[in-house]
């Protein structure tokens, strides 16, 4: 019977080893394919920390080349050393060469006596409006500083083409053709003008504008009006001439103190030459009288620049006379300009007509 189904039996034996070969081999080969995608897994992991690593190594190589950059500025339009840390306007301006500075010790009053201490120093006054001009002349006068008087940037820049023996500029912000802004800019620019102070004459003196104008290279900014003081400690500040400001005389002047007119306020800034504080009162009336009309004509045309320009030459002065309610006023409407839809500044021109005429009555009588 076992041979009869021999054959049978041979037969399964074989389709069994077979079975069991094909299954070995299924096992295997899902194990090799298994493998190879944990591989290929592994690399894809490994790819962006290999580029991670050259992009750092790039990086450090980049930085370690900028660090070899001549800090003298070597290139065109460089102007020495800069930090970057924040960001920095391009107009920005930084001299090559700083020029030195000391401290300046407390002292008494200072009067337009002082002022002698700096005979032989000369500065160039960039400034368009008359009135002041003969503020600062006046002042000075008789000091033995000599004072040049540019009327507008442009003609700065020319005076110090030909000119450039000065300890300072004195630089208004804002003039026609060329101001102040630009002006310092192209004095800083120019090595040759290294040993000249810029000092901005201005009456901003918001942390913005003292910023703008430190940017363009303007040191040292003297507010409007012009206090005796603060000037006086400039030139102490840039010269190597010691202090010897003493002052004893305690004369008694006779000024007006109406609701209009400050005349001690006034009389100060013209360093107490009563003469000189009547002779900028004449030239105020003479040059302010019929501003009301003036001023209204622009504001009625919307010609607001103008308009804008002309407050601002009326608060620099009423200040510098002691006009302190006309130079509310002014102050005043020159805010308004901003309300261009309103136009509420039409409405405070009669009141700066009635503070006008009232301070030219009193300074009338005074003169």
């Known amino acids: 019977?076992?041979?009869?189904?021999?054959?049978?039996?041979?037969?399964?034996?074989?389709?069994?080893?077979?079975?069991?070969?094909?299954?070995?081999?299924?096992?295997?080969?899902?194990?090799?394919?298994?493998?190879?995608?944990?591989?290929?897994?592994?690399?894809?992991?490994?790819?962006?920390?290999?580029?991670?690593?050259?992009?750092?190594?790039?990086?450090?190589?980049?930085?370690?080349?900028?660090?070899?950059?001549?800090?003298?500025?070597?290139?065109?339009?460089?102007?020495?050393?800069?930090?970057?840390?924040?960001?920095?306007?391009?107009?920005?301006?930084?001299?090559?060469?700083?020029?030195?500075?000391?401290?300046?010790?407390?002292?008494?009053k200072i009067t337009k006596q002082n002022f002698t201490e700096f005979s032989g120093e000369r500065i160039l006054v960039a400034e368009d409006n008359l009135i002041n001009q003969?503020?600062?002349?006046?002042?000075?006068?008789?000091?033995?500083?000599?004072v040049v008087i540019a009327n507008d940037g442009q003609e700065a820049l020319d005076i110090l083409e030909s000119d450039s023996d000065f300890l300072m500029v004195l630089m208004d912000a804002h003039m026609p053709r060329v101001d102040g802004f630009e002006a310092t800019r192209a004095i800083r620019k120019e090595e040759k003008y290294n040993h000249i102070l810029v000092v901005a004459l201005s009456g901003d003196v918001a942390p913005d504008d003292i910023k703008k104008m430190r940017e363009v290279g303007m040191a040292e900014q003297l507010e409007k009006p012009l206090r005796m003081e603060a000037l006086y400690d400039i030139?102490?500040?840039?010269?190597?001439?010691?202090?010897?400001a003493n002052n004893d005389?305690?004369?008694?002047?006779?000024?007006?103190?109406?609701?209009?007119?400050?005349?001690?306020?006034g009389l100060e800034v013209c360093g107490g030459d009563e003469e000189f504080y009547r002779e900028i009162l004449s030239e105020f009336v003479q040059t302010y009288e019929n501003s009301t009309q003036e001023l209204e004509e622009l504001l009625q045309n919307k010609k607001l620049a103008k308009a804008d320009k002309l407050l601002l030459d009326l608060i620099g002065i009423t200040a510098n006379i002691g006009a302190k309610s006309l130079n509310t006023i002014a102050t005043d409407i020159k805010d308004a300009l901003r309300d261009t839809q309103?136009?509420?500044?039409?409405?405070?021109?009669?009141?700066?007509?009635?503070?006008?005429?009232?301070?030219?009555?009193?300074?009338?009588?005074?003169i």
């Open 235 to 244: 030139f102490y500040a840039y010269t190597g001439k010691e202090k010897s």
């Open 1 to 108: 019977m076992l041979n009869q189904y021999q054959n049978e039996i041979i037969a399964l034996i074989i389709i069994l080893t077979i079975l069991v070969i094909y299954l070995i081999i299924k096992i295997r080969t899902k194990k090799s394919q298994n493998k190879d995608t944990t591989n290929l897994h592994n690399r894809d992991e490994e790819i962006p920390q290999v580029v991670a690593e050259e992009i750092a190594t790039t990086k450090k190589e980049i930085k370690e080349e900028s660090l070899e950059i001549d800090p003298t500025g070597s290139e065109e339009g460089d102007f020495g050393e800069e930090d970057f840390s924040n960001e920095t306007s391009s107009n920005t301006i930084k001299p090559t060469h700083i020029i030195e500075k000391r401290d300046v010790p407390s002292h008494p």
């Open 249 to 265: 005389d305690n004369e008694f002047l006779e000024v007006p103190m109406t609701q209009e007119l400050n005349g001690v306020a």
């Open 342 to 366: 309103n136009r509420s500044y039409l409405t405070l021109t009669d009141k700066y007509k009635v503070h006008l005429e009232n301070l030219i009555k009193d300074i009338k009588e005074y």
């Open 134 to 146: 003969k503020v600062l002349t006046g002042l000075l006068a008789g000091s033995g500083i000599e």
